[in-house]
Structures are given as structure tokens and as C-alpha cells.
């Protein structure tokens, strides 16, 4: 069982940054998939980012430009680095690990972050 605890959600003005930590309760695998989701009340959830092998990585189209994601292994986190926020950015964030094992993804989320762009 994987863990997953989001922290760096708040409050920002349109503009502003805010980075989102992922911290893993295990080492993340070099087969792993490590995404960022969002969530907004009424709406669909929807990839934002991942990070895969070889440090490959896909970015929804609203956020590129702005969002950077990226990990440190050694603290077994991944991070979302969020520039220029919008007000359209305002959802709960969620991190998700797709941890490879004995030849099969397992699918884990954590319990998301909140975060509000507003004037």
C-alpha cells in the first residue's frame, strides 16, 4: 500500500505561484508514473501533469508553460511548480502514483490539496 500526502495548496491572487508537494511513503520505481490531477466543482477530473520514465513528461495544454513538474527521488516527492495562475486553475489537486510491479500498474491517490486564485 502506497500513501500519498499532498501539501503547498492556499490562496493566490490571479498571477501569483504556488508549488504542490507529493511526499510518497515509498521510493517512487523507475516504471512509475507520477501525476498531478485537478478537480473543480462541476467539472470532470482531469490530468494536469505526469512524469514518466526517463523523466518524460505531459502537460494538459492549459497549464503548459506555466506548470513544471518534477521529483526528487531521494525524498520520494514530486512537485508541481505552478507560475501565472488563473482564476480557471482554482480546483483541489491531486497527486496519483501508478507504482509498477510483478508486471502491472496499481493505481494510488492522495487526498488532494485546495487551490483558490482569486482577487
Known amino acids: 500500500q502506497v500513501q500519498l500526502v499532498e501539501s503547498g495548496g492556499g490562496l493566490v491572487q490571479p498571477g501569483g505561484s504556488l508549488r504542490l508537494s507529493c511526499a510518497a511513503s515509498r521510493s517512487i520505481g523507475s516504471s512509475d508514473v507520477m501525476g498531478w490531477y485537478r478537480q473543480a466543482p462541476g467539472k470532470q477530473r482531469e490530468l494536469v501533469a505526469n512524469?514518466?520514465?526517463?523523466?518524460?513528461?505531459t502537460y494538459a495544454d492549459s497549464v503548459k508553460g506555466r506548470f513544471t513538474i518534477s521529483r526528487d527521488n531521494e525524498k520520494n516527492t514530486v512537485y508541481l511548480q505552478m507560475n501565472s495562475l488563473k482564476p480557471e486553475d482554482t480546483a483541489v489537486y491531486l497527486c496519483n502514483q501508478k507504482a509498477y510491479s510483478g508486471g502491472r500498474y496499481y493505481n494510488y491517490w492522495g487526498q488532494g490539496t485546495q487551490v483558490t486564485v482569486s482577487s
Open positions: 512524469l514518466k520514465r526517463g523523466d518524460s513528461t
